[in-house]
Every structure is written in C-alpha cells, then in structure tokens.
C-alpha cells in the first residue's frame, strides 16, 4: 500500500486568488491523480500527473485553469486558478501502485471553500 | 463511455441487520473493480479490488462479489461503525470511473 499526505487539508480563499496544493506519497509511484468531489457528490478525475511531461486531462478540466506539477516519482502539486465559488470542493490526489493489483490509494483530501 | 451506477443512495440498517448494496456497470476491457469506504471529511480507504466474475473477497463483515454486469458489497450483522459512504469503481486503463456511492447508516 501507499501512505499519502495532502497539504492544506482545508483552506478558505477569495474570488480570483489561486492555492496550491501539494501531495506528497511514502513511496516511489508509477501514477498520480488529481480528483474533485464536489459536496455530496462521488469522485470525478481532473488528470493524470506524469512525471516529466504534461499532465493527461479529463474532458472538462483544462490545463490553464488546473496547472499540474509532478517534478518526481513521490510528489504532485495541483493549482486551483483565478477561483470562483464554483470551485468549492475537496480535491483528491491518488498515487496508483503498478502491478497485478494497480490499487489506487488516495490522500485524505484538501476542502476548499471559494467566497 | 463507462457507467458505474449504485444503488440504493441511501441505505438505514438496525444493528445486526444484515444488506447487499449494488454497484452495476457498463465498462469496455475491465480491469478491475474496486470498492471503497470513505468517511466523512475523509479520502476514500481501500477495501477490495475483484478481476473476473465469480470472485469473491471478505474483509470482517464485508463481502464483495462480481458477475459481469455487477458487484455486490454484502454486510453481515452490520455495527454503527460500519457506517459511511461505500463507492465503487471500475477500471479501464490506467483510470478509475466511480459510482455515485451509497450512503450507509447503522442505528445501535
């Protein structure tokens, strides 16, 4: 398994600031993902976070609005850009172990609140 | 397109009362199909993955099987800390496509 911490668990920001979020994993990682869970609702993927290259976004998530880092194999970081309430979620990141099992185990998330 | 759909959304158990919640889905090349537990303002934990119909795992109370069109999650003699949110997800590829989760509440 994978142990996987998020740093801010919770932030509350203003109408066009931008936050950041890191994600830090105890291990060496194939894949990482960034996920949104808007209130009551079940987890959607933002993107895949490749090391050395480009993020791999989800139809609806673009690139400007959602920059993504993944400078190595253990770290991630997902920027929330120019923020509207429309943004108010818990913002997920997962780190999936390659192999028979490729189990994706996730963080304990980050709550975001936009006013 | 994948669909993960699951039922009931809401489900309210007497301790000891035992339930099946239902996940049915729509996937091309499964590669497997994960059950999770989340708890309020927390991420989900991991529970179960299954490959092929048939199979079945058991984790304490909890019992997962898969045929090809669904998975069951079966809870024996439920306790109140059983209870909270248990998603399902497919995976095709290297992404997972989740279900809307049922929310599970167990009353002492």
């Known amino acids: 398994s994978a142990v996987i911490s998020q740093k801010p668990s919770r932030d509350i920001c203003q109408r066009g600031t931008s936050l950041t979020i890191q994600c830090q994993v105890d291990s060496q990682v194939t894949m990482m993902f960034w996920y949104r869970q808007q209130p009551g609702q079940s987890l959607t993927l933002i993107a895949t976070?490749?090391?050395?290259?480009?993020?791999?976004?989800e139809s609806g998530f673009v690139i400007d609005k959602f920059p993504i880092s993944r400078p190595n194999l253990t770290f991630s970081t997902l920027t929330v850009s120019n923020m509207s309430p429309e943004d108010s979620s818990i913002y997920l990141c997962?780190?999936?172990?390659?192999?028979?099992?490729?189990?994706?185990?996730f963080g304990p998330g980050t709550r975001l609140t936009v006013l | 397109e994948d669909q993960v759909t699951q039922s009931p959304e809401a489900l309210r158990l007497q301790e000891g009362e035992s339930s099946s919640l239902n996940c049915s889905y729509t996937v091309s090349g499964l590669r497997g199909l994960f059950w999770y537990r989340q708890d309020p303002g927390k991420g989900p934990e991991f529970l179960f993955t299954?490959?092929?119909a048939g199979e079945e795992k058991e984790k304490e109370r909890l019992k997962a099987t898969l045929t090809k069109k669904e998975s069951f999650l079966h809870i024996t003699a439920p306790k109140p800390e059983d209870s909270a949110t248990y998603l399902c997800a497919v995976q095709a590829g290297n992404m997972l496509t989740f279900g809307g989760g049922t929310r599970l509440m167990v009353k002492p």
């Open positions: 976070a490749n090391q050395g290259s480009e993020a791999t976004y």
């Open positions: 997962s780190a999936g172990l390659a192999g028979p099992t490729d189990t994706q185990y």
């Open positions: 299954l490959y092929s």
